[in-house]
Nanobody, 120 residues
Framework: QVQLVESGGGLVQPGGSLRLSCAAS????????MGWYRQAPGDHRELVAI???????YYADSVKGRFTISRDNAKNTVYLQMNSLKPEDTAAYYC??????????????WGQGTQVTVSS
C-alpha cells in the first residue's frame, strides 16, 4: 500500500511564497514522473508542473518563472516552490505520482490535496 502525504498549503498574501511537499511511503521500488495538479472551485483539474526521473521538468504557462518543481528520489518526495503568488493561484493542489512500482506492479497515485489561498 502506497500513501501520499502532502503538506505546505495555507493562506498567503499576493506576492508571497509557499512550498508544497508530497512524500510517498510504502514498499516502493521506483517512481516514474511526479507532479502537481490544481483545481479551483468550478474548474477542471489542471497540470501545474511535472518532473521525470531524469529531472526534466514541464510547467504550465501560467506558472512558468514563478514555480519550481523538484524531487528527492531517496525520500520519494516531490516539492513545489511557489513564488510571486497571485490570487488566481488559489486552488486545491494535488500531488500525483506515476508508474509507482511495488510488488503488486505499477500504479498511479493521488494525494489528498492541500489548499492554497492567495488573498490580501
Amino acid at each position: 500500500q502506497v500513501q501520499l502525504v502532502e503538506s505546505g498549503g495555507g493562506l498567503v498574501q499576493p506576492g508571497g511564497s509557499l512550498r508544497l511537499s508530497c512524500a510517498a511511503s510504502g514498499s516502493i521500488f521506483s517512481i516514474n514522473a511526479m507532479g502537481w495538479y490544481r483545481q479551483a472551485p468550478g474548474d477542471h483539474r489542471e497540470l501545474v508542473a511535472i518532473i521525470d526521473t531524469s529531472g526534466s521538468t514541464y510547467y504550465a504557462d501560467s506558472v512558468k518563472g514563478r514555480f519550481t518543481i523538484s524531487r528527492d528520489n531517496a525520500k520519494n518526495t516531490v516539492y513545489l516552490q511557489m513564488n510571486s503568488l497571485k490570487p488566481e493561484d488559489t486552488a486545491a493542489y494535488y500531488c500525483n505520482v506515476q508508474r509507482v512500482r511495488t510488488v503488486e506492479g505499477f500504479r498511479d497515485y493521488w494525494g489528498q490535496g492541500t489548499q492554497v489561498t492567495v488573498s490580501s
